[in-house]
C-alpha cells in the first residue's frame, strides 16, 4: 500500500512537545502558587459558549466580535463560538452559579485555550492559551492594584525581560458620555484624514481610533482631546488611589492617556503590559476594570476587575527557563538471559518463555517501586543490554537493576559499583541506597 498522505495541525495551531511542556507546567505552577496564595480559586469553563456571550459581553463593535470569533451551528440552529477571550465566561459561570451571594469580591483564575481566527504570525496564533484572573463584587482600588501587582509578580518570576507597565483610566461610562461627543466632534471634524476603518467606527466605538496605526490617523488622535481630562471627580480618585497603591507596591508603570484596549467592557483602570523583546506583537497581558460587564450579562450590577496575559508571549519574552533535569531513581532493565539462550540453541518457545519471564519481574519490582515512592521506569523499547544502560544513563537513573529470573544486578549509576541480589529485595536495596529507609 502507498504511503498515505501526511496530516499538518491548521494554520495558527501548534503542538506542544517536551521541553516546551516543561517550561509551561512551570509558568502554571507559578501562576497557581502566586494567585492561590492571594485567595483566587481555579476555575474552568466550557471551550464552546453561546454566540450571544460574546456578542453581548466583548461587544459588537470590537475585532473579536467582528473577524475573529470561530462559530459553529449547533444541531438545533443554535449559533456556538469557540470561547475568544475568559472575561465574558468567568462572569457568565459568576451569574449562572449565583456567586454573588458569596463572600465579595470573588477571585478566579484561569489558564486556559482561546481561539481567534487571526493572521498568523511570531507570537500571534488561532489557538493560544492565556492565565487570567477575575475579582468580582469590589469597587475598591486596592482591587485594581492587587491585580496588577500580582501580574507583575507572576511576569517578574518568569523572568520577561524589557518589560513596561502602561495604566490609564478609561472613567465609568457616565463620564465618558460627554467625553465621547466630543471625539466624535474632533474625528468628524478631521474625517478626510482618517483610515477607513477609523471612520467607519466614528458612531459605535470612536475610542478606537487610538489604536489606530494609520499614520493619518496618528496625526489627527495627536490633538485629541483625552479621556484622562475628562474623568469624573470620582473616577480620577479612584485612579489616584489605584496609582498610589502601585506606588506603595514599588510597580513601575507609566500613564498612557491614549490605552484603551480592545473590547468595548472596561471602565475606569486599564493597564497593558508589553515586553520590547518581543517586536511587533508586543502585548505580554492586560487587562482592567469591568463594572457593567455583570449586569450586562443579566447578573446583578457588580463590579469586576482582571487581567489576562498570553503564555506563549511570556515564554517568548521570559529569560531561558532553568532546564529542569527530572532524573528517575531507578530504571528497570530485561536482561540478555533470552539472548543467551538464544546462542545455546535452545528452541524458540523456551526463549520467549524466558523473556516474558523477566518481563513479569521487572513489572513487579516497577509496580513495588512505585508503591514505595520512587520514580521508575522499565525497558519497553526491546533494546539490548547494552541499550538499555545507555537508555538509562540518558533518563538521569540513579540505579539500574538489570532482572533475570531470580537474581538480579543492581547497578549504582552514581557510584559505579554493581551487586547481585535476590530480586525480590531490589526495593528494599534502593531505597537503603537512597537513604530513604
Ligand atoms: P487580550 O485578551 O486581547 O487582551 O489579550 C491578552 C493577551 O493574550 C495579549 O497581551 C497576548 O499576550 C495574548 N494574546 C492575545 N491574542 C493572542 C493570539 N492570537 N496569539 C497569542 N497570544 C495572544
Known amino acids: 500500500m502507498s504511503r498515505a498522505e501526511k496530516i499538518k495541525a491548521p494554520r495558527g495551531t501548534f503542538d506542544v512537545l517536551g521541553e516546551q511542556a516543561g ?15 492571594a485567595g483566587y480559586e481555579r476555575i474552568e469553563t466550557p471551550v464552546l459558549e453561546a454566540t450571544e456571550l460574546f456578542a453581548r459581553g466583548v461587544g459588537a463593535s470590537t475585532d473579536i466580535v467582528q473577524k475573529e470569533m470561530f462559530s459553529l451551528q449547533d444541531g438545533g440552529g443554535r449559533s456556538l463560538t469557540l470561547r475568544p477571550e475568559g ?18 469580591p470573588v477571585k478566579l483564575w484561569y489558564l486556559s485555550s482561546f481561539f481567534r481566527h487571526e493572521r498568523a504570525q511570531a507570537g500571534r496564533y488561532r489557538q493560544f492559551w492565556q492565565v487570567g484572573a477575575e475579582a468580582l463584587g469590589s469597587e475598591d482600588p486596592a482591587v485594581d492594584a492587587e491585580s496588577i501587582v500580582l501580574l507583575a509578580v507572576l511576569l517578574g518570576e518568569m523572568g520577561v525581560r524589557e518589560r513596561r507597565l502602561r495604566l490609564s483610566s478609561l472613567g465609568s461610562s457616565e463620564s465618558r458620555g460627554e467625553y465621547r461627543e466630543r471625539l466624535q466632534a474632533h474625528l468628524r471634524e478631521h474625517e478626510a484624514s482618517l483610515a477607513e476603518e477609523v471612520r467607519s467606527r466614528i458612531e459605535l466605538n470612536p475610542l478606537r481610533a487610538f489604536d489606530s496605526e494609520h499614520e493619518g490617523t496618528r496625526q489627527i488622535m495627536a490633538s485629541a482631546p483625552r479621556l484622562l481630562d475628562f474623568l469624573s471627580a470620582e473616577d480620577a480618585e479612584h485612579f489616584a488611589q489605584v496609582r498610589d497603591l502601585l506606588d506603595v507596591a514599588q510597580v513601575s508603570y507609566e500613564v498612557d492617556p491614549t490605552l484603551v484596549r480592545g473590547l468595548d467592557y472596561y471602565t475606569r483602570t486599564v493597564f497593558e503590559f508589553t515586553s520590547d523583546a518581543l517586536g511587533a506583537q508586543s502585548g505580554v497581558g492586560g487587562g482592567g476594570r469591568y463594572d457593567g460587564l455583570v449586569e450586562r450579562l443579566g447578573g446583578v450590577p ?35 538471559e533470552s539472548r543467551e539462550a538464544r546462542a545455546e540453541g535452545d528452541d524458540f518457545d523456551e526463549l520467549d518463555g524466558s523473556r516474558v519471564e523477566s518481563r513479569r519481574a521487572a513489572f513487579e519490582i516497577l509496580a513495588e517501586a512505585r508503591s514505595a515512592g520512587l520514580t521508575a521506569q522499565m525497558e519497553l523499547g526491546g533494546r539490548s543490554l547494552k541499550g538499555q544502560l545507555g537508555y ?7 540505579y539500574v537493576a538489570i532482572v533475570e529470573r531470580d ?31
Open 407 to 437: 537474581e538480579t544486578a543492581l547497578k549504582d549509576m552514581q557510584g559505579g559499583g554493581q551487586e547481585r541480589i535476590a530480586t525480590d529485595t531490589v526495593i528494599h536495596a534502593v531505597l537503603r541506597g537512597l537513604r530513604t529507609l
Open 87 to 104: 472575561t465574558a465566561p468567568v462572569c457568565r459561570a459568576y451569574v449562572e452559579h449565583g456567586m454573588h451571594k458569596r463572600k465579595q
Open 392 to 398: 538509562a544513563n540518558s533518563l538521569g537513573a540513579r
Open 23 to 37: 517550561v509551561r507546567a512551570t509558568l502554571e505552577a507559578r501562576a497557581r502558587a502566586i494567585l492561590e496564595g
Open 302 to 336: 457588580t463590579a469586576g476587575m482582571g487581567w489576562a496575559a498570553g503564555v506563549e508571549r511570556i515564554l517568548l519574552a521570559g529569560e531561558e527557563p532553568p532546564l529542569v533535569a527530572s532524573p528517575i531513581d531507578l530504571f528497570v532493565a530485561l536482561g540478555e
